[in-house]
């Protein structure tokens, strides 16, 4: 065992293996443009969709179950599905991912919505604003940490799915765990393993930090009381 992270210490430091087309370097940037594209196409998917079942209290039921079964899907199978029918490029691999991510987003996005106080709302209401304006400045904000924790848990298993981009002959990291299962290289496929472990943490702490920078913590009983909204003479 010592000396199996003997060598990977030194697989992963090794200057020719940050080298190339088949580096650390390359294959990194790779996993990380199939990750974050295919979080964005999800959020911006299902974040309309968990504002809006959460602020109208309607097709709730639908939305979350229709989203839900991407979650079923087997991933793999559906790669090797939209492969057969679409041919070779990566659309088959971003179908996966973007199924894969839309339920935790719509999911913890309605979740924070339904969890506004209503109180809350009537009271914005009852200070003149309307129906967008209790949205975009009421439950929005308030339901923000849990529509964040949404995205956070989408990201992290895109990140860790991403290497079945390798499975259709794409890049990623998840090249050095196929290419060292085909080479019987245990060495390379624990290295591409502990890289996107890796990956999936820096992003995960790095939406942390973008969270408590753009919504910051109030201090108790600041900030409660929704402002009205500006009028013009």
Do not use: C
Not at 117 to 139: I, N, S, T, Y
Not at 148 to 157: D, F, H, S, V
Not at 164 to 191: K, M, N, P, T
């Amino acid at each position: 065992m010592y000396e199996l992270f003997k060598d990977l210490g030194g697989w992963l430091v090794s200057g020719a293996q940050w080298s190339g087309p088949d580096g650390i370097g390359h294959r990194l940037a790779e996993h990380l443009q199939y990750s974050l594209l295919a979080t964005l196409i999800a959020a911006a998917i299902a974040l309309p969709v968990g504002l809006l079942i959460g602020h109208t209290g309607r097709g709730a039921f639908l939305a979350i179950n229709l989203s839900s079964f991407g979650r079923a899907l087997p991933t793999v199978g559906l790669v090797v599905l939209v492969f057969l029918a679409g041919g070779l490029s990566m659309t088959p691999v971003y179908v996966a991912l973007v199924a894969l991510a839309v339920p935790a987003i719509v999911t913890n996005t309605y979740a924070g919505m339904t969890a506004v106080d209503p109180e809350v709302k009537d009271a914005a209401r009852g200070q003149g604003m309307r129906g967008h304006q209790v949205l975009l400045q009421v439950e929005i904000p308030l339901a923000m940490p849990l529509i964040m924790t949404g995205l956070r848990l989408a990201l992290i298993q895109v990140v860790a799915t991403a290497t079945i981009a390798a499975y259709v002959s794409f890049g990623g990291l998840g090249r050095y765990v196929f290419d060292g299962l085909a080479q019987r290289d245990l060495v390379q496929v624990l290295g591409g393993a502990v890289l996107v472990a890796v990956v999936a943490v820096v992003l995960d702490l790095a939406l942390a930090a973008l969270h408590r920078v753009l919504f910051p913590l109030r201090p108790a009983g600041r900030g409660a009381t929704p402002r009205p909204p500006r009028t013009t003479a």
